[in-house]
């Protein structure tokens, strides 16, 4: 876990560069991640001007064996997000509440970012998961999967419910 560590006291003004890799060994560690298999960097920039601390955390790699949600085939999502970070050693001493703010106990020396990496990870996987629409609007998806759904849904069947059927027939 030391080597998500960054250290914040003592340092000087001015930016400070630090990468990870973060890969599947970092997953182990949170056994309820439905990511398992990954190969993101993690470029991350302290920047400390006076008394301000401000960390930006770029990410770009792939998250690979995620489920698509349409074929359910597995899929590799590309990661890229940007993410900036206040940190506070004071919570009493910060004016803008509509930034992204880490608070810490004024004593800290160092900030490990491991959780944060990973919260990172997961708000910049897509809502939704599907293979990739090609230039024809065609996709890529399982069409063995998709001719199953096909087969089994119903799209024209009335799903009312007829115990409201006498409702509809008010003006």
Not at 1 to 7: G, L, P, T, V, W
Not at 36 to 62: M, Q
Not at 87 to 112: T, Y
Request: with cysteine; hydrophobic share 35%.
């Amino acid at each position: 876990m030391e080597e998500f560590n960054i250290k914040i006291k003592g340092v000087a003004d001015g930016k400070h560069y630090h990468s990870f890799v973060i890969d599947d060994s970092f997953f182990n560690d949170y056994n309820n991640s439905e990511i398992k298999n990954a190969n993101i960097l993690a470029s991350v920039t302290l920047e400390k001007k006076l008394d301000r601390l401000s960390l930006f955390v770029n990410l770009d790699g792939k998250v690979n064996n995620m489920l698509c949600d349409i074929c359910a085939e597995k899929i590799s999502l590309d990661i890229n997000s940007k993410n900036r970070i206040q940190i506070h050693d004071d919570e009493n001493n910060f004016q803008n509440k509509d930034e992204e703010v880490l608070c810490i106990n004024p004593s800290e020396k160092e900030i490990n970012i491991k959780h944060l990496l990973f919260e990172f990870v997961n708000l910049a996987l897509p809502t939704k998961r599907q293979h990739k629409i090609n230039a024809d609007g065609t996709s890529n998806c399982n069409q063995e999967m998709l001719d199953l759904i096909s087969k089994y849904t119903n799209p024209t069947k009335n799903m009312s419910d007829p115990r409201w059927d006498k409702l509809k027939t008010i003006k």
